[in-house]
């Protein structure tokens, strides 16, 4: 094979600059002289989602929208395998296998990328029954289970080539997903994306002075996600914001402080009125407001790993209706990790001990920055820069 002179990402979200940044566009052009080119087939998967789930902008890389699945093989084909590398982004997309079928069809090259680790759950009763809660919650995680056997069956019958580069914090994680790997695979260890910003900063670090408190946004109520996947929203707007502003209320008057929201970076609550009561909305600055955060309220976002890295205290929070859902574990999984159990903001908040809330336990913290964010001894230069020396080694 020859050297690879381009890179493409197949991706069933549309492209943003904030993928441009995240996926290294801008070093893999620089330091590898690759081309770079996306094929998002968000549209082919998910042909019945609404025009507005698929506006936001591109931006100036190459970006191919594909519009049906009759065009995905037509593409596929387009793509050189003696020059060209694939990362596939669809995750666990159960549409998939086609892309994958092609990959092996064409003997194409390609990696995949889970450096964006999170603590998981335990199975337990309360959480599955959790999945179970609603008719489209239930139907979408069945079906997410029964595709998922079905993948690794039919994997199982009709091979598909495996993953050649896989990037990753930690092996031990490997095991969560369902690529298809054999013993050519080979791992590449890095680190999460989030790492990167932070090792960035501290290079070029400021002081604030201002006593901040910094809620990490999830877009909860309005999630296109949940419009994605066709389930029901976890919580309602009319229940949700009134309880988050309500504890923000209780921190503003015992912590003495103001209340910054990071605004997730998919939400528009321009269409949605004052959801916070006036409280600032900064969208795209999440890592500059956790850097200068004085505390963090969070449920279970991996923005969170801004705050084990400055070592930020972190209130848990969760709701009545949270508490029923499947996002309820994962808050809880995360909060253990980090020596702490979830605030239900829908109870009385004269039980909480904020002495109590706002410690830091270093040790706690360090486990999970070690586990989650960057393995000790791997390298300290930035992800992609790792992944495009590995890739101009490839022949």
């Known amino acids: 094979m020859a050297i690879i002179k381009e890179v493409i990402f197949i991706a069933n979200f549309p492209w943003t600059q904030r993928d441009n940044e995240r996926f290294g566009v801008d070093i893999l052009q620089k330091q590898g002289a690759f081309k770079i080119s996306v094929l998002d087939v968000t549209r082919a998967f998910l042909p019945y989602l609404p025009e507005e789930k698929l506006s936001e902008p591109s931006f100036s890389t190459e970006v191919?929208?594909?519009?049906?699945?009759?065009?995905?093989?037509?593409?596929?084909?387009?793509?050189?395998?003696?020059?060209a590398?694939?990362?596939?982004?669809?995750?666990?997309?159960?549409?998939?296998?086609?892309?994958?079928?092609?990959?092996?069809?064409?003997?194409?090259?390609?990696?995949?990328?889970?450096?964006?680790?999170?603590?998981?759950?335990?199975?337990?009763?309360?959480?599955?029954?959790?999945?179970?809660?609603?008719?489209?919650?239930?139907?979408?995680?069945?079906?997410?289970?029964v595709r998922?056997?079905?993948?690794?069956?039919?994997?199982?019958?009709?091979?598909?080539?495996?993953?050649?580069?896989?990037?990753?914090?930690?092996?031990?994680?490997?095991?969560?997903?369902?690529?298809?790997?054999?013993?050519?695979?080979?791992?590449?260890l890095g680190h999460a994306f989030d790492y990167d910003l932070f090792l960035n900063r501290k290079a070029n670090e400021t002081d604030s002075t201002e006593r901040t408190c910094v809620f990490i946004d999830q877009y909860l109520a309005f999630h296109p996600d949940f419009a994605?996947?066709?389930?029901?929203?976890?919580?309602?707007?009319?229940?949700?914001?009134?309880?988050?502003?309500?504890?923000?209320?209780?921190l503003e008057k015992n912590l003495n402080c103001g209340i910054k929201i990071a605004a997730?970076?998919?939400?528009?609550?321009?269409?949605?009125g004052d959801c916070f009561k006036g409280r600032p909305i900064v969208k795209?600055?999440?890592?500059?407001?956790?850097?200068?955060?004085?505390?963090?309220?969070?449920?279970?976002?991996?923005?969170?790993?801004?705050?084990?890295?400055?070592?930020?205290p972190v209130l848990f929070v969760t709701t009545n209706e949270l508490k029923v859902t499947p996002s309820h574990a994962f808050v809880e999984a995360m909060a253990a990790w980090l020596g702490k159990v979830p605030i239900n903001i829908d109870e009385s908040?004269?039980?909480?001990?904020?002495?109590?809330?706002l410690v830091v336990n270093e040790e706690k913290y360090c486990a999970y920055e070690e586990r989650f964010i960057k393995m000790p001894g791997t390298s300290q230069k930035p992800l992609w820069e790792i992944i495009t020396r590995r890739l101009k080694q490839y022949v």
């Open 148 to 188: 998922k056997m079905c993948f690794l069956l039919t994997n199982r019958i009709m091979p598909l080539r495996s993953v050649d580069l896989w990037v990753t914090t930690n092996k031990d994680d490997i095991s969560r997903y369902s690529f298809p790997r054999d013993n050519k695979t080979e791992f590449l």
């Open 264 to 272: 997730h970076p998919r939400s528009d609550y321009s269409i949605y």
């Open 284 to 312: 795209g600055r999440t890592h500059d407001l956790m850097a200068e955060a004085s505390y963090v309220v969070a449920h279970n976002s991996t923005a969170l790993n801004f705050a084990v890295l400055y070592r930020k």
């Open 85 to 145: 590398f694939v990362f596939v982004l669809l995750g666990e997309d159960p549409k998939r296998r086609l892309i994958y079928r092609l990959l092996s069809k064409h003997q194409i090259r390609y990696g995949v990328i889970t450096t964006n680790l999170f603590p998981v759950p335990p199975v337990t009763m309360d959480n599955v029954l959790s999945k179970l809660g609603s008719p489209s919650r239930a139907y979408a995680f069945l079906s997410a289970k």
């Open 228 to 250: 994605r996947f066709n389930i029901k929203s976890y919580v309602c707007a009319d229940q949700y914001y009134p309880s988050i502003c309500r504890f923000f209320e209780y």
């Open 64 to 83: 191919r929208r594909l519009n049906s699945a009759e065009e995905i093989p037509r593409a596929m084909a387009g793509i050189d395998p003696k020059t």
């Open 349 to 357: 908040l004269d039980k909480i001990n904020l002495n109590l809330e």
